[in-house]
């Protein structure tokens, strides 16, 4: 008889930290107390609250403890579960009340969020189609064989739904038109080939709830047309791979997959293909070319993948997220769908909140929640005391958010409004050590790498405007760069093949529209003004703070620095390579950048 | 003279192991069509890279021109047509992990390897890559050393790390 239930947080985050042997230590502990019959430890998927891992929760009580380590995770079997006693030292406190919080309802990083499409990410066993099936899992799969393929998509026409991959088209359209195509067979492919470096909210459904997208792709098998499915996922996700295809073998052995679903006559199949790192194929063209085995190379829409996609046919091409809503939909309605959100972008968004905020991890909430909720209220704020400066979204095809816009709720057309894009929900938080000029090359950086070649205006386009930058950046930024910059990404936007040319440009000129005097400081005075671009700063030792320790003179390596024991150093400026080494031993605070 | 792949099988069993391994692989496919790309992943697991003598067996055995195979090899990151270190250490750069300094994880990396991303160190001990994103964004910056992920990574601490690796 089980009385209580370990859940071990095996995010990716938590797993970093240690979670294998956390669990280890658990389980060793419950036999040697003789109750490992009475105690389950189940491995979730991510819990989201990547910061404070690897996380375990104590149910049924629901007593949440966090940072556990493979030492003091004994504590939980020992105290909580053999003596009842809370083990107060893992619990959360919270920062400003200093207030203990017992169950992640308590915790504010928690209570700001509806969990929709993560509801069951960290909740249940990813390996166990009965959990799934407890949380009313295959229900939307059964309803759905009962209605007419055109009665789901009306429904999802109705709920409003919108692509979360980014762009965020209407995707019961997409659905309607992929129906309506001529041509047979059909497809319906689910990609999930996270690109966006800084976002994670896909591989976390894939390896926590793999069964939501097992159901909503045969849900959209049976709604378009296609017996056959296909899964894009990207090689740098092993974990997502091997848990979705143990998700699809458990899905057969149900009937949930395979020949005559639950009786009603429609057959569906997945089969998965794993991608082999290169960026362009999170574009829906290059990434149907990739599915057959090809170079992962686009091409010009239209036609558009509803009408010719995978070997020419009319293909359904939907991210992960967006799958991750279809069950719900089709359970609960579409009105209970815009129940949330705005008029325009009903639903939730996961976020992956990321860079300079104190709470990392995923977070789930209304479209149309400010930038200040999510960084400040679920955030909590930036570390350090130090101050905001902006939020990047939308990865290599995007652009910032600045301070000005804190207050400005977020979807798919306000962000476009101010110049950036939703994207798939990456959110880089920003803060005054960040030097923007950088972060746009940064950017660039990578598109030229990821650029696939086969068109010029974003092979060379990028790969120009990268080398004005890395000028920029060197202090041989020249009069007039800013005005052939934003020329050039215009002409780069507007002749691009795909959209990852003709987003390219977008962190450029989305910081030259924010931030034009960091720009000219570059440009002009050849001065970084966050302290970033190494070849614009100059090392110096503070003759007062000096102790004459020669820490500094001996890590140099090129010997720039001279000065005896107990005298003060001096750094010769012909000499230093910036390498910062200095700076980064010196226990007195005597080196100087500026 | 170069010998044929079916001598050298012959006087090499550890060879032919490998190659029945990846015959086998193919066998089992439902639909060898568009398996490529898989195939080309199971290969790189067998043999640790892709030569000249893979992609020509990948060639013939899924009837596939081996101009494509090439294509496709040269096309993606993730296959390599040089043999890989015993360990293969992966620094992230995805956004998460250059705003909070991955770009100095990296230099003290190539500096104590005395190697760039793409290269492998001349005790064939470590290979070096880059990668944008291995999704742990939670705990920049990161580095993967073989399948072991490391957060909140600092320069001192990866180069503490590869001591533990021989």
Not at chain 1, 279 to 293: M, Y
Not at chain 1, 432 to 444: G, R
Not at chain 1, 445 to 452: K, N, R, W
Request: charged share 25%; proline share 5%; net charge neutral.
């Amino acid at each position: 008889m089980i009385r209580n239930q370990l859940l071990v947080c095996a995010g990716g985050a938590c797993i970093t930290s240690g979670e294998k042997s956390v669990k280890d230590v658990l389980v060793d502990e419950l036999k040697k107390n003789g109750i490992e019959d009475e105690v389950q430890v189940i491995e979730t998927g991510c819990m989201g609250a990547c910061d404070l891992g690897p996380i375990v929760v104590v149910y049924p009580e629901g007593t949440f403890y966090q940072k556990v380590t493979a030492e003091n995770a004994g504590l939980i079997v020992n105290e909580h579960l053999v003596k009842g006693r809370t083990v107060d030292g893992l619990l959360y406190t919270e920062p400003t009340s200093e207030r203990k919080a017992q169950t992640s309802g308590d915790i504010p990083f928690y209570t700001r969020q509806v969990k929709r499409v993560l509801r069951n990410c960290g909740v249940i066993d990813p390996l166990s189609i009965e959990e799934y099936i407890a949380r009313d899992g295959y229900f939307a799969l059964g309803k759905a064989l009962e209605m007419t393929p055109d009665d789901i998509i009306q429904v999802l026409v109705d709920s409003g739904l919108r692509g979360r991959g980014g762009a965020g088209f209407p995707t019961g359209r997409k659905w309607k038109a992929t129906r309506e195509a001529k041509g047979s067979p059909k497809y319906v492919v689910c990609n999930g080939d996270e690109g966006d470096p800084g976002a994670f909210m896909d591989r976390s459904v894939l390896e926590g709830d793999p069964h939501s997208i097992v159901e909503a792709m045969a849900i959209a098998g049976y709604a378009i047309g296609a017996e056959q499915g296909y899964m894009y996922v990207r090689a740098e996700y092993p974990l997502a791979i091997e848990r979705f295809e143990y998700a699809i073998g458990k899905a057969r052995e149900y009937g949930f997959l395979g020949r005559n679903i639950l009786g009603a006559g429609f057959n569906f199949d997945i089969e998965i293909r794993i991608g082999a790192g290169a960026f362009v194929c999170g574009e829906e063209t290059a990434l149907l070319r990739s599915i057959e085995g090809k170079r992962g190379t686009p091409s010009v829409k239209p036609p558009f993948p509803a009408q010719s996609g995978l070997w020419n046919k009319p293909t359904l091409i939907n991210n992960v997220e967006t799958y991750a809503n279809i069950p719900q939909i089709i359970t609960n309605g579409a009105e209970w769908f815009r129940s949330v959100g705005t008029l325009k972008n009903p639903g939730t968004k996961v976020f992956a909140l990321v860079g300079k905020v104190q709470n990392t991890g995923l977070v789930e909430v209304p479209m149309g929640t400010t930038l200040r909720e999510l960084v400040f209220d679920i955030g909590g704020g930036i570390p350090g005391g130090k101050k905001f400066k902006a939020a990047q979204t939308g990865g290599p095809s995007g652009g910032v958010i600045t301070a000005d816009y804190l207050d400005m709720p977020i979807d798919f057309d306000s962000v476009k409004e101010i110049g950036t894009i939703m994207g798939s929900g990456g959110l880089v938080v920003l803060d005054e050590d960040n030097c923007m000029v950088d972060i746009a090359k940064f950017y660039l950086g990578f598109t030229v790498d990821e650029s696939c070649g086969k068109c010029t205006p974003c092979r060379e386009g990028t790969r120009q405007m990268y080398q004005m930058m890395e000028r920029i950046c060197d202090g041989k930024g020249r009069d007039g760069d800013i005005e052939r910059l934003n020329k050039l990404a215009n002409m780069i936007e507007d002749t691009s093949l795909c959209g990852l040319g003709q987003s390219a440009p977008n962190p450029v000129l989305s910081t030259i529209r924010f931030y034009e005097d960091e720009y000219r400081a570059h440009i002009y005075e050849k001065k970084c003004p966050s302290h970033v671009c190494k070849h614009l700063l100059t090392y110096s030792v503070t003759p007062d703070k000096c102790v004459g320790c020669t820490a500094c003179a001996r890590q140099c390596p090129v010997h720039a620095i001279t000065g005896e024991v107990k005298k003060i150093h001096v750094i010769d400026q012909s000499k230093c390579t910036k390498c910062g080494s200095c700076y980064e031993i010196c226990r007195f605070s005597a080196i100087r950048k500026e | 003279m170069k010998m044929n792949l079916e001598d050298r099988l012959k006087e090499n069993p550890e060879l032919k192991k490998q190659f029945d391994v990846l015959d086998a692989y193919i066998g089992e496919l439902g639909t060898p069509e568009g398996s490529l790309i898989n195939v080309l992943h199971r290969a790189q697991e067998i043999f640790g890279y892709l030569p000249d003598e893979v992609l020509e067996f990948v060639s013939s055995r899924l009837n596939v021109p081996r101009s494509t195979v090439y294509g496709v090899v040269t096309f993606y990151h993730f296959f390599s047509r040089v043999p890989k270190g015993r360990h293969t250490v992966t620094v992230c750069l995805g956004t998460a992990c250059y705003v909070r300094g991955g770009n100095a994880v990296y230099e003290k990396v190539m500096r104590t390897l005395g190697i760039k991303a793409g290269e492998t160190t001349r005790d064939g001990r470590f290979s070096l890559d880059l990668v944008r994103c291995v999704g742990a964004c939670g705990l920049a910056p990161v580095v993967v050393i073989d399948k072991d992920t490391y957060g909140r990574s600092t320069p001192e601490k990866v180069a503490m790390l590869l001591n533990k690796y021989a």
